[in-house]
């Protein structure tokens, strides 16, 4: 069988039980609008009056890409739920390479993230507007990209932890730290006024990437930046997701074996 | 020298009774932190044979099928199957081999049908071939009603029953099959033997490692006993159980109280241990092969005009064997393992 086949039986394999998670799904979607709905509109009433707005449409830009985040992650999680079940074992056992094994589950983890955050950027994009189809659709590439790149980061810190305790742990922290030292919910010019060393972390962080093309691809970024691309952000994601997906594999392809986790 | 030794049996396929190994460990060891699960394992396997992998649970027989489907990797020492090398090419070991895993491994969420589609698909099975296999082996282990049931909601013997079924479907060159019967009733208990016989002889290599000593009697043309991680002994199970000195029991009822004579010419039989007399005209002998010596007794007997009312043969099981070389019985092996 063709090595493609196999890599997209592996994706087949992680959508399909993705889809048997009803629940979370319909809790992403109250926690996205609980977001938006509460604290977006309120935190934009603390910005000056003629901002409001303007801020408001980079927050929920910004909450687009912590989903899209935390839903690529989610991944990680799917292997120790197998891990504990067993399953690991047995994909590890079948005569699909360890790479394939590897590639397709970043891809169906970046696939299935795009399929729970589909409709919220649907309902982003009916509150933002839509100013350019071009510029969207060259920051969907790009955030398809970013999806698989978190979840491959997501497999290969978990395959790396192999404890689920430890995992959660280190993904909490990793979500602090990441999330806020990023343009998600506020601007650089803010985290560079408020210090260097923040801006200089904020600067180089991928979801920063995520954020800036995602609401350079509404047209939101107009307001803030006169940049006619984000080639920086682009070329960011690119390296973020050859990083995590093809050298992380040479990481994994060495580690990944059956047993020990805990 | 050593690495001469082990590229020599790197090499070689056939050994000396030119049968062929399709899997021949080499020093094969795992170590989990202090625990030595496999202790320089080195075996044989001939192709078309059922190898019986036996022992008590914590034994090591996972651990070892774990390392030889590349699932796990070694410590030191590796395994040649069906030509490669597990450390080397474990991509190319995988496409021979196909598990039945001790636990069902069922993608826990899904139903019966949606894990062993997938599971042919991966294979590499045609469309109409899948299809057709997937129905046939649902239907022979009594799961075809239960295929569209959540694999969560499955009771143990059914989800072991669709286990068993993933490598039934796929019928790989080399079958790994880990406590096949585990949870299983005794009806379904006969009917998956008899598919472990089938996939044999469709030409599959099996492994099967169990702790049902019975189990591997039936099925296996030869078996290993592992204990502690090593293996301790290894050959048919006739010639285990011939191994044992006295193993077999003869009790034999006589009309009539035995003289010396007919003893004596009974002590005198190579094959013959011991005789205890039970009561005058009871006798317990204990012997090597039974099948052979049996008429040899009763001819004398009836020579030395000492009619028989009774006689019951019993052969060793593997359990005696077992016995005979740990000094431990199963569970009390099991009991000792669980305990260090």
């Known amino acids: 069988m063709k090595e493609t ?15 048997q998670y009803k629940f979370i799904i319909i809790m992403r979607a109250i926690w996205f609008a609980a977001q938006v709905a509460f604290f977006g509109l309120i935190a934009s009433r603390m910005v000056v009056p003629e901002l409001a707005d303007i801020y408001f449409e980079f927050y929920v830009a910004g909450v687009v890409i912590m989903m899209l985040y935390s839903a690529s992650v989610f991944i990680g999680y799917d ?10 074992e047995y994909l590890l056992s079948l005569p699909v390479s360890r790479k394939e094994l590897v590639l397709g589950r970043s891809i169906g983890g970046g696939i299935r993230s ?16 839509l100013a350019n189809p071009l510029n969207l659709l060259i920051a969907f590439s790009a955030l398809f990209l970013f999806a698989f790149g978190v979840s491959g980061m ?12 430890r995992f959660d742990i280190f993904m909490g922290v990793l979500n602090a730290l990441i999330v806020r030292l990023s343009t998600t919910m506020y601007p650089q010019v803010f985290v560079q006024d408020a210090s260097k060393v923040y801006a200089a972390f904020s600067e180089f962080n991928p979801l920063t990437f995520a954020s800036d093309l995602f609401r350079w691809g509404t047209g ?8 006619p691309m984000p080639l920086a952000a682009i070329i960011g994601i690119v390296i973020f997701f050859f990083t995590f997906t093809f050298v992380g594999v040479t990481i994994y392809e060495k580690r990944l074996e059956g047993g020990g986790w805990q | 020298m050593r690495p001469f030794i082990i590229f020599v ?30 202790d320089r394992l080195n075996l044989s396997i001939e192709d078309g044979e059922i190898f019986g992998l036996l022992g008590p649970n914590g034994a090591g027989k996972t651990t070892a099928v774990l390392m030889l489907s590349t699932v796990i990797k070694p410590t030191n020492g590796t ?25 069902p491994k069922l993608l826990w969420v899904g139903t019966p049908w949606d894990v062993l589609n997938w599971h042919a698909k991966v294979c590499g099975l045609s469309t109409q071939e899948r299809k057709r296999r997937v129905k046939q082996v649902l239907e022979d282990v009594n799961m075809w009603d239960y295929r569209r049931k959540k694999v969560h909601g499955l009771s143990g013997g059914m989800k072991k029953r669709v286990e068993v079924a993933k490598i039934l479907i796929q019928r790989p060159k080399i079958a790994f099959i880990d406590e096949p019967t585990a949870q299983i009733d005794v009806v379904g208990k006969h009917k998956i033997w008899n598919m472990i016989r089938k996939l044999r002889d469709e030409g599959s290599t099996i492994i099967l490692a169990t702790n049902e000593l019975f189990e591997a009697d039936l099925l296996s043309d030869r078996v290993g006993i592992m ?11 006739k010639t285990l159980k011939d191994s044992i000195l006295g193993g077999d029991i003869v009790d034999v009822h006589l009309e009539k109280e035995v003289n010396g004579n007919a003893m004596k010419e009974l002590k005198s039989f190579r094959e013959v241990v011991d005789v205890v007399i039970l009561k005058p005209n009871d006798l317990r002998i204990h012997l090597n092969k039974v099948e052979e010596v049996v008429p040899k007794i009763v001819n004398l007997f009836l020579k030395n005009g000492f009619p028989i009312s009774s006689i019951r043969m019993s052969e060793p099981s593997l359990d005696d064997v077992f016995v005979h070389y740990t000094g431990l019985t199963i569970e009390e092996a099991e009991q000792e393992i669980t305990s260090r």
Request: hydrophobic residues 50%; charged residues 25%.
């Open chain 2, 227 to 237: 204990h502690k991680g090593k293996m301790l002994v290894c050959d048919t199970p």
């Open chain 1, 154 to 165: 997501s497999i290969t810190i978990a395959v790396m932890l192999k404890s689920g305790d």
């Open chain 1, 5 to 19: 086949k196999k890599l997209l039986l592996v994706v087949e394999r992680d959508l399909r039980m993705f889809l």
């Open chain 1, 79 to 88: 292997i120790f739920e197998e891990a504990e079940h067993g399953v690991f």
């Open chain 2, 79 to 103: 395994a040649i199957v069906g030509g490669y090398d597990i450390r080397k090419d474990p991509n190319d070991v995988r496409k021979l081999i196909g598990i039945c895993f001790q636990e």
């Open chain 1, 114 to 129: 795009f399929i729970l955050v589909g409709p919220i950027i649907a309902i982003a994009l009916f509150v933002i507007g």
């Open chain 1, 220 to 227: 939101i970024e107009r307001y803030l930046t006169m940049d």
């Open chain 2, 9 to 38: 049996l790197k090499n070689l396929q056939i050994n000396e009774g030119m049968l062929v190994s399709i899997i021949r460990t080499i020093d094969l060891t795992k170590r989990f932190e202090n625990l030595v699960a496999v």
